[in-house]
């Protein structure tokens, strides 16, 4: 409860990279759920920026050394964007003996602009007056307002889309932040208006499930 509570990107993996269990946040920056950045190796979602800093932090936890360790990446955020910042890495375990997890925690730095001046194929953007492009959410934002829309309460979409209540919560106060929206009705309200949702559609859907744009 507490780790998905964080709103730190934050990820557990074993000392391979490989993804173990991953925050509400940290699968935000991917634009997915935590369930489904289980088994993803990390350095294939976060590029490092120098090949040589892998390769000594590998060699140091090779000879089980205990450091912080830190790698800066880049990668592409949901909307498109190319953003860069820092990768913390810090082996825990209950034994110096053990062959030690990691504990990963992502700083955003910044973000410049989306490659080709815009998103890729699939990938949202900010929709705005005139454009046939839903606003800018994630799948899985999508789909929480979707079933918002629908009258699910909080527990329901939790457990209509895998995340746990608190990880419903996250993204929903950032539509809200997003949006400037003060309430849930509102947001629903908003993701009609920003064609998000598919009108005149029950249970209501997103756009992108219809192949509608």
Known sequence: MLFDRVAVPVAVCDVYGSVQAANPAMAAECGTTPGRL??????????????????????????????????????????????????????????????????????VQGEGEPRDGGPGEGEPRDGGPGEDTPAQVTPIEARILALLAGGATTAHAARET??????????????????????????VARAYALGVLTPGVWPPVPVADTGER
Request: proline share 4%; net charge positive; glycine share 6%.
């Open 162 to 187: 895998g995340l746990t209540t608190d990880g419903v919560t996250y993204h929903l106060r950032r539509l809200s932040a997003r949006w400037n929206a003060a309430n849930r009705t509102e947001l």
């Open 38 to 107: 289980r088994g993803r190796d990390v350095l294939d979602l976060f590029r490092p920026q120098e090949s040589g800093q892998v390769d000594r932090i590998a060699q140091a936890l090779r000879l089980r050394h205990r450091s912080r360790y830190q790698v800066s990446v880049r990668w592409r955020a949901p909307n498109g964007a190319e953003r860069y910042g820092e990768l913390t890495a810090d082996p825990v375990s209950d034994t110096v003996e053990e062959t030690p997890a990691l504990l990963v925690m992502l700083r």
